[in-house]
């Protein structure tokens, strides 16, 4: 079994678990790929064929942000779920609280850095910080 999952931004990126069983066999994280500041899709495809479930971060409003960042975000977001949608690979939007509520420790204000440490911990072999 090949699980996807996605933080949708263009600094976000791609996790894949590949399973047998409850045995994790793979886990590959890539940066999300971007060609001229703009989601790279078929590099996307390539890398989700053939999974079986996938989960995506959910979008929301981002307090601070401008309106024009929002609606670039937006449609990188529709066009991540559009192409998920073509793969007919079944897909879950989960919000960043409700997954950080269940994986990072109460009161955590650097949500990026402490979700990599836990990342790193679980899976020490995937490097979640290219370059």
């Known amino acids: 079994m090949k699980i996807i999952a996605f933080d949708p931004g263009l600094n976000g990126g791609i996790a894949k678990l590949e399973c047998v069983g409850s045995k994790i066999k793979r ?4 940066p999300m790929p971007v060609k001229d500041k ?3 899709l078929a590099e996307i495809v390539r890398f989700i064929q053939g999974a079986d479930h996938c989960f995506i971060e959910k979008i929301w409003g981002f307090p601070g942000g401008s309106s024009t960042s929002l609606c670039t975000t937006c449609l990188n977001y529709g066009k991540l ?3 998920i949608w073509v793969q007919r690979i079944p897909c879950a939007e989960i919000p960043s609280r409700t997954w950080q509520a269940k994986i990072l420790p109460k009161g955590c204000l650097d949500t990026k850095a402490a979700s990599i440490a836990i990342c790193q911990e679980r899976f020490p072999e995937v490097n979640l910080i290219p370059g």
């Open 38 to 40: 703009e989601l790279d």
């Open 81 to 83: 779920l559009a192409l």
């Open 27 to 30: 886990a590959t994280a890539i």
